[in-house]
């Protein structure tokens, strides 16, 4: 079993900066691919980036340039760093984990989910 515990959400102003984290517990987190989806209210979960077991990563089109997921398999831990925050990058963000080492692109292709973290874009 996987428990993935997310942290580093908040209130930030738009321009500004946030850098979540996802810890993991179980095995073979080396193995799996990870990503971090985005929900707003009234709207579906969306895939912001990923990560695969390799390190090939995929980002949605609205924060290409200004995130950046990473993850330190030895600490069981992704990162996505959050530059140049708008206003719609506001929602509760999501930690996912595939069985398989490669990224998927549905909600579906992720087995294992957090509790999510809010972060709110506001000045």
């Known amino acids: 079993q996987v428990q993935l515990v997310e942290s580093g959400g908040g209130l930030v102003q738009p321009g500004g900066s946030l850098r979540l984290s996802c810890a993991a517990s179980?095995?073979?987190?080396?193995?799996?691919?990870m990503a971090w989806y985005r929900q707003t209210p009234g709207k579906e979960r969306e895939l912001v980036a990923s990560?695969?077991?390799?390190?090939?990563?995929n980002y949605a089109d609205s924060v290409k340039g200004r995130f950046t997921i990473s993850r330190d398999n030895a600490k069981k831990t992704v990162y996505p760093q959050m530059n140049s925050l708008k206003f719609e990058d506001t929602g509760v963000y999501y930690c996912?984990?595939?069985?398989?080492?490669?990224?998927?692109?549905?909600?579906?292709?992720?087995?294992?989910w957090g509790q999510g973290t809010l972060v709110t874009v506001s000045s």
């Open positions: 996912a984990s595939r069985i398989l080492g490669s990224t998927g692109s549905s909600t579906g292709d992720y087995v294992y």
């Open positions: 179980g095995s073979f987190f080396s193995g799996r691919a």
């Open positions: 990560i695969s077991s390799v390190g090939s990563t």
